[in-house]
């Protein structure tokens, strides 16, 4: 009897078990993020890549979450054409680079149902944003005598700056679900901290599992 029962309970484990695993849908996808505001100034639009998880609580709504990756290019500074008297440029060689890794918890709800159609997304998690800058800098020295005059000469030195942290992140957006496996979706982000904030336009296209 004891082993009957205990056939039983690990049959209505496992029924649980895989009934809870045919609710997940997972997915894998690429994005675009487009700065707003000043942010704008200093970087261009960012490219990347992402993995999501929803589990559906029932036809109308699910929870879930998402990591990625996205690398944003920079605009070339206005101080990089800066030049002496004599023309000579301040800096050699200059690069940056920007890029966030955003952890978001999400939830939907499906306007049709989860297989397909439109539908609201809200998200809410933290971002980590790294920046680094490598720089070679022309360093002029004047010197004065008088029999030649004023002399000018360089000194090249290289400079390393970067920061990174980890932000509150929230957004809300709208989704389309193409026939159970391509997910469109267009989501405002906003990254915040004390300092003030930064905002993105952000377009997923998913594959989803």
């Known amino acids: 009897m004891k082993m009957k029962m205990l056939k ?16 997940a849908q997972f997915s894998a996808g690429v994005n675009a993020a487009l700065p707003m505001g000043t942010v704008g100034d200093v970087i261009s ?12 609580l029932d036809d109308k709504m699910s929870v879930g979450g998402e990591a990625g990756y996205t690398y944003f290019p920079t605009k070339d500074p206005d101080f990089i054409d800066d030049k002496y008297a004599d023309g000579t440029k301040h800096y050699d060689s200059y690069s940056r680079s920007y890029s966030m890794i955003p952890i978001l918890a999400n939830f939907k709800y499906y306007f049709a149902d989860n297989t397909n159609g439109l539908y609201g997304l809200a998200s809410l998690g933290v971002t980590s944003l790294i920046y680094k ?15 030649t005059g004023w002399t000018y000469s360089y000194e090249k030195k290289s400079y390393e700056n970067s920061f990174s942290g980890t932000y509150f992140t929230f957004g809300a957006g709208l989704g389309y679900i ?8 267009v989501r405002y982000l906003t990254v915040s901290s004390n300092g003030g904030s930064a905002s993105f336009m952000n377009l997923r296209v998913a594959y989803n599992f």
């Open 8 to 23: 039983v309970a690990v049959a209505t484990v496992c029924m649980v078990a895989f009934g809870q695993v045919s609710k």
């Open 45 to 56: 639009l960012g490219f990347g890549v992402n993995l999501g998880y929803d589990y559906a």
């Open 178 to 185: 193409i026939n159970e496996k391509i997910d469109l979706g």
């Open 133 to 147: 800058e490598n720089y070679t800098r022309n360093e002029q020295k004047v010197d004065w005598n008088i029999n």
